[in-house]
């Protein structure tokens, strides 16, 4: 079975052009069809010769991600079905807000991650996406952006389905086609990659020294209520997770975002802000306070006007950045933790 060309490299695509006796100049070419103009078919390829398109063709599979489905929301959210070529199944959301549009990219096709609040985590993971599928979402997304709301995406998040940092490798491979000047070009800093906190990708991007933004889905600073929320803080507790934290921050320079969904009772607290406020001490950060959304089946509620205000006010009153995030695309499942394929 012919590979698909773009899990190819540079380097291994330059070997394939010189052993058709072509000059190397054809592996730039190529490359920028791939990942500048986003080709899906070789014969695309028009400043190629015909016979190297066509020795292309006979060695490699040229495969994307296609829209199986759009649902437009009140608010004028869209999410979009993507299908993957073995028939998966996915899905990402545009967002405009305020002139500016954000692409909401998935990682994984489901997610093994479990969090207690998330549709998602019922689907199990079945498989990462490529480098080339995610890279797709953009490019897609991209098109539909300019076509719905006149404008180009102003930036991508890594908050859809699955967990990135369990797709470390062709998640960062993607992001170098989106942001270098062989790809799309797009700068790093409208780029967010989020997480619910593996230390030890998070080790990994600070080593890397990665130029995107990081975001953490914390949700609440004590152990016990985040271990009974998301199973993965029993591997990766606050005082780990702090410490990836402190050494992202040392090698990026780069501010924190904390992702923080308020559940009616369960962490809308002032105790439970005092202990957001002590953990948010250790890097320069913000917080997004998040509604959320209620899941089909789910215990969890949406926290009160008035418990969202004492909350935001205590933290406001210890210097910390706060934003709300009012909740997006709710009437077609398209908001936070909402994603779960169903457009399927
Ligand atoms: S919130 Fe994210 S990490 Fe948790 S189950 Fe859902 S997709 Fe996975």
Same mark, same amino acid.
């Given at each position: 079975?012919?590979?698909? !060309? ?7 695509? *330059?070997?394939?052009? /010189?052993?058709?006796?072509? =000059? ?5 070419? &190529? ?22 398109? =066509? ?14 489905? %759009?649902?437009?929301?009140?608010d004028k959210t ?8 073995? #028939? ?6 545009l967002i405009p807000s305020q002139g500016r549009v954000t692409a ?29 599928? &995610? ?10 952006s300019q076509?719905a709301y006149k404008t180009n995406l102003s930036n /991508? ?26 790809? /799309? ?5 409208r @780029? ?6 593996? +230390?030890?990708? !998070? ?41 990836? @934290? =402190?050494?992202?921050?040392?090698? +990026?320079?780069?501010? @924190?975002?904390?992702?923080? /969904? ?19 001490? &250790?890097?320069?950060?913000? @917080? *997004? ?6 899941? %089909?089946?789910?215990?969890?509620? =949406? ?12 933290? %406001? ?11 997006r #695309? ?15």
């Open positions: 079975m012919p590979k698909d !060309i773009r899990e190819l490299d540079d380097s291994e695509i *330059n070997s394939f052009v /010189l052993a058709q006796g072509e =000059k190397q100049f054809r592996t730039r070419q &190529i490359m920028e069809w791939l990942w500048k103009k986003a080709a899906n078919d070789f014969n695309q390829m028009s400043n190629l010769p015909a016979s190297l398109r =066509k020795s292309l063709e006979e060695n490699f599979t040229l495969t994307g991600l296609s829209v199986n489905s %759009e649902q437009i929301s009140r869209r999410k979009y079905g993507f299908q993957c070529p073995d #028939g998966m199944l996915v899905e990402g959301v909401c990219l998935s990682s994984q096709v489901g997610c093994p991650l479990n969090c207690s609040f998330c549709a998602t985590a019922s689907l199990k993971t079945r498989r990462n996406l490529s480098a080339g599928e &995610i890279f797709d979402q953009v490019t897609i997304l991209q098109d539909h076509k /991508l998040v890594f908050m859809g389905m699955g967990e990135p940092l369990l797709n470390y490798d062709n998640v960062l491979q993607a992001i170098s086609y989106m942001t270098s000047e062989k790809g /799309l070009g797009i700068s790093p800093r @780029i967010t990659l989020s997480t619910v906190g593996l +230390t030890e990708g !998070i080790t990994r991007l600070a080593n890397d020294r990665v130029r995107f933004y990081l975001a953490i889905s914390l949700h609440t600073a004590n152990d016990e209520k985040r271990s009974s929320l998301m199973p993965v803080n029993k591997s990766n507790p606050l005082a780990s997770l702090a410490d990836a @934290i =402190k050494l992202f921050h040392q090698e +990026t320079s780069s501010r @924190i975002t904390y992702e923080y /969904l308020l559940m009616k009772d369960f962490n809308d607290s002032i105790q439970d802000a005092r202990e957001l406020a002590e953990f948010c001490k &250790i890097t320069p950060c913000k @917080i *997004n306070l998040i509604e959320y959304n209620e899941v %089909e089946g789910s215990a969890y509620k =949406k926290t009160t006007h008035e418990r969202l205000q004492a909350f935001l006010d205590f933290l %406001e009153s210890k210097n910390l950045i706060v934003n709300i995030r009012r909740s #695309g709710h009437d077609i499942d398209a908001a936070c933790g909402q994603l779960a394929g169903k457009s399927a």
